[in-house]
Every structure is written in C-alpha cells, then in structure tokens.
C-alpha cells in the first residue's frame, strides 16, 4: 500500500516530557512537512524537507527539530512539551517542491496535561 | 501576510441538494489554489486544484476561479451524507509547494 504513515496515533505526556513523532511515506516523493492544526483546526505549516534538506522552517519554538534520514522519513522531536504543544500533528509529502498535491497521513494528536 | 478567509463557517444542506464554499485571498500574487477535504479522524486530500480563471468540474464538484477579485469557490452538486467534512481553500505561495490554508467550512449533508 503506498501512502503516509504516521506513528503513534494518539500521545498524552506531561509538561516538560520530550515526545517523538514518526511518519513514512511510500509513495516514492522527494518532499515531506509537517504541520500543526489546533483545537480550531488551523493548520499551518511547521517544515519541509526536499530530498533530505531543509527548505522551510517557520517560526515555531526551538524545542520542536525535524529528523530527516532519508526522503522517504520525516520525524518531529519536541524537547520539554508545552500545554500549548497540544494539537494534531500532520505529516505530509509531494512528489517534490514545485506545486504540487500534497498527501497527508492521519496525523498524531498530542495531549500535553 | 498573505491570508485566506473562507465561508460560510459552517454549512448544513440536505441530501441532493447544493453546497457552495468561497474563498478569498488577500495577496495577488497567489495564483495556484486548491481545495482540501478533511473527514473526521483523518488527513485532509486534495479535491481539485484551479489554476486558471473560470470553471472547473469533476464529477458533482465545479471550483471557479477569479484572481482579478481573488475569489475561489466550490460547489457541490448532489450532495451526499459521505461528502460531510471540513473543507479548506489553500493557495501556493510562489511557484513552490508552500501552501497558505483558511480556517475551513464545516459541510454537513443530511440524509
């Protein structure tokens, strides 16, 4: 099956815990984000990778960093979580950076109590 | 800081009926849009993109464009009680994949 794959599904921590987030995709592309959409749904983008490089890194706090170990894998530390950190975080990849359709996995929804 | 403000915020229409989702954009430089849906639980996908002005129709949905007045829709004939999701507009920002995304428009179907 070729698509995104996003693990876990469901994490709930404490404030200052670091948590990691995985996500796949088979589907052969060279671009891979992150984002995060909040309890009003919003998302917005967080990363991007294009093969293996980092191209957009938006504002979003230092303790969030990207891991990029090849095209096909794109996984999110967050160091020391933050109430506000919780939210769903959606992984993403097109088959490269032009405008393209981007293809989402199911995303992984963060609990920070 | 380009935004995307779309209505209604949410939407209820019977089963057969039209649904019809707008879009504007603040920045004129935009010039490639797309429509996402999200179902409950699940990533959004992509539903079409529009990159010209005027129509475009797949099946039971037709999007229109018009970047003189920044302004995209979405409609949705024959509604069914399977297209009841969350629906964002989305522009690129360039000639890259970086897309700038609304808040969304609740589509509910009633069977």
């Known amino acids: 099956e070729t698509a995104v794959f996003q693990t876990p599904n469901y994490h709930v921590t404490q404030v200052g815990n670091e948590v990691s987030f995985n996500c796949k995709q088979t589907l052969g592309h060279d671009t891979m984000y992150w984002y995060k959409q909040d309890s009003k749904k919003l998302l917005k983008i967080m990363f991007s990778y294009n093969n293996k490089q980092l191209i957009v890194n938006e504002t979003v706090p230092r303790r969030f960093s990207p891991q990029s170990s090849d095209k096909a894998h794109l996984n999110l530390r967050i160091k020391s979580v933050e109430p506000e950190d919780s939210a769903v975080y959606l992984c993403a990849s097109s088959r490269d950076w032009g405008v393209r359709e981007q293809y989402f996995g199911p995303g992984t929804r963060l609990t920070v109590l | ?111």
């Open chain 2, 1 to 111: 800081q380009q935004k995307v403000q779309q209505s209604p915020e949410s939407l209820i229409v019977p089963e057969g009926g039209m649904a019809s989702l707008n879009c504007t954009f603040s920045d004129r430089n935009s010039q490639y849009f797309w429509w996402y849906r999200q179902h409950s639980g699940e990533g959004p996908k992509a539903l079409m993109s529009i990159f010209s002005n005027g129509d475009k129709k797949e099946g039971r949905f037709t999007a229109h464009l018009n970047k003189a007045s920044l302004y995209v829709s979405l409609h949705i004939k024959d509604s069914q009680p399977s297209d009841s999701a969350l629906y964002f507009c989305a522009g690129n920002v360039g000639d890259n994949s970086k897309l700038i995304w609304g808040l969304g428009t609740s589509l509910v179907v009633n069977p």
